[in-house]
């Protein structure tokens, strides 16, 4: 997807996926530093949600016990992680409908709570604001399950 400014990108749920999805951005060059006004396919990521605090996100993201050490530098305050100078805000919210993402222009949400497996409770993203959702477990009464490198191909926005 090539969007102006990069793909708007929320996390929900920065567990082991939430935090791996993030850091595969960053490994992989696909992290958006700071806005440029050019077609990219760079993931801006505006925000995580998650019940923990900030700084220990921060931590559980630069150290990681299967990946080793992240090589970025990485602080944080009360409610921001801060990579390689890039801000992305820390929410504590229960309920997605209550989250900002359309205030934030989030164009997708990547569910990795493994709580809102199921379309209607995903949707709350949505009515947040959002304009799609990745659900990162198995789903039930969702538009479809994809699988890369099995059908990914099927997939029709």
Not at 58 to 66: E, F, R
Not at 120 to 136: C, F, L, N, R, S
């Amino acid at each position: 997807m090539l969007v102006a400014n990069g793909v708007k990108v929320g996390i929900n749920g920065f567990g082991r996926i939430g935090r791996n999805v993030l850091r595969c951005a960053i490994e992989r060059g696909e992290f958006e530093v700071a806005l440029v006004n050019h077609k990219s396919r760079r993931l801006d990521f505006k925000a995580i949600n998650d019940l923990t605090y900030a700084q220990t996100l921060a931590h559980l993201l630069k150290y990681d016990s299967v990946h080793g050490i992240l090589n970025a530098d990485i602080s944080a305050t009360e409610d921001t992680i801060i990579i390689n100078g890039k801000e992305i805000k820390v929410y504590a919210e229960a309920d997605p409908a209550n989250l900002p993402w359309g205030e934030l222009g989030v164009d997708i949400v990547i569910e990795s709570t493994g709580r809102f497996t199921k379309g209607p409770d995903a949707a709350k993203h949505m009515q947040a604001g959002a304009k799609k959702v990745i659900i990162t477990a198995p789903g039930k009464e969702v538009d479809g399950t994809f699988v890369m490198g099995v059908n990914e191909h099927t997939y029709d926005p």
